[in-house]
């Protein structure tokens, strides 16, 4: 699914433990980290394409998590050239995203990277709220800066 402007709507998701850590995956075979993120598909809304993400990349149930605040709005962030190839017949530009800032009320054993045959990320680790800022893949770099400002609003707010 893609929308006239050329984004794909897509949801991302801030996990953020009692210590006020967050959530940082890395991709599967690949350097890049990352925050749990996915497609909404056709029919479902934000809230519940970020269930389904935040299941099936991290393994994490609704009852082992709490929504404390979303983004206002969709952020967008383009992706490089080198990455479009033909996706969407070439009217693919990136991807625009709700953020949710969720509360993981678990334990750290229940945080699964293998919920279905092609795991989306080999390692996670609790971070500093703001350490993605340095770690993120450059193209995302602005949109991350973004979210964590307007969710960080839940949290000192």
């Given at each position: 699914?893609?929308?006239?402007d ?38 479902e ?30 952020l ?82």
């Amino acid at each position: 699914m893609i929308d006239d402007d050329g984004y794909r709507p897509n949801v991302a998701s801030v996990i953020i433990n009692k210590d006020h850590k967050i959530l940082w995956a890395k991709r599967t075979n690949e350097n890049n980290w990352q925050f749990p993120q996915g497609g909404i598909q056709a029919g479902e809304t934000p809230e519940e394409a970020m269930y389904r993400e935040v299941y099936e990349e991290v393994g994490l149930e609704p009852e082992n998590i709490e929504i404390i605040g979303r983004s206002k709005d969709w952020l967008k962030y383009d992706v490089p050239e080198k990455f479009v190839r033909s996706y969407w017949q070439g009217r693919y530009k990136g991807q625009k995203q709700i953020w949710f800032l969720l509360r993981f009320i678990g334990e750290d054993e229940q945080i699964n990277l293998n919920t279905h045959d092609a795991p989306e990320f080999d390692q996670w680790r609790w971070e500093e709220f703001w350490q993605p800022l340095n770690e993120v893949v450059d193209f995302k770099k602005d949109v991350y800066s973004q979210a964590l400002n307007e969710l960080w609003e839940f949290i000192a707010g």
